[in-house]
T-cell receptor, first 115, second 113 residues
């Protein structure tokens, strides 16, 4: 079974600062993918970034980067230059290859960006 | 709009009534998923379709729940004899066969009173 752990229920960050949202995962599979989604108050899950277990480079997408430490089974999301519009829930998720590509989610971190 | 579309966005129903939700995935996506999200939790997998075939169902999907994707395009999720514990956000997602991620709709928020 797969498990995602997000230990930060809530985080605050000042506008223009960087913030790291923690995610650890547990799986015995060798081939898997890690995802981060943003969920604003409207409810839609917005895909942010993906990291494959065999990818050698850390993934980056604009202001988002994923700090992938395979030995520690962690996949932290780094948001640089935070903006007010970044205030939302953030979910880390994992997909194990061959399991219908379904996602297992963590409990999320609520990020609040302040002036 | 070419994203995943879900209807209705909100549904309030009395306990014991039946409800049906609809999901229209991104047109070229073969895979369709239903998830349920309760307050303070991440989404939990309910069921998965590859085209019109329902290939996997979670144990969360009790006998009162049924999902269909009759022509491999849109999907419906029906809950019979609703209970207060069914109150949640129901999210639909779709993805192409070789895609990296799933694209989600805005969800249907169900409140059972």
């Amino acid at each position: 079974a797969q498990k995602i752990t997000q230990t930060q229920p809530g985080m605050f960050v000042q506008e223009k600062e960087a913030v790291t949202l923690d995610c650890t995962y547990d799986t015995s599979d060798q081939s898997y993918g890690l995802f981060w989604y943003k969920q604003p108050s409207s409810g839609e899950m917005i895909f942010l970034i993906y990291q494959g277990s065999y990818d050698e480079q850390n993934a980056t997408e604009g202001r988002y980067s994923l700090n992938f430490q395979k030995a520690r089974k962690s996949a932290n999301l780094v948001i640089s230059a935070s903006q007010l519009g970044d205030s939302a829930m953030y979910f880390c998720a994992m997909r194990v290859t061959g399991t219908a590509s379904k996602l297992t989610f963590g409990t999320g971190t609520r990020l609040q960006v302040t002036l | 709009d070419t994203g995943v579309s879900q209807n209705p966005r909100h549904k309030i129903t009395k306990r014991g009534q039946n409800v049906t939700f609809r999901c229209d995935p991104i047109s070229e996506h073969n895979r369709l998923y239903w998830y349920r999200q309760t307050l303070g939790q991440g989404p939990e997998f309910l069921t998965y379709f590859q085209n019109e075939a329902q290939l996997e169902k979670s144990r969360l999907l009790s006998d009162r729940f049924s999902a269909e994707r009759p022509k491999g395009s849109f999907s419906t999720l029906e809950i019979q004899r609703t209970e207060q514990g069914d109150s949640a956000m129901y999210l639909c997602a779709s993805s192409p066969d070789l895609g990296r991620g799933a694209f989600f709709g805005q969800g249907t928020r169900l409140t059972v009173v």
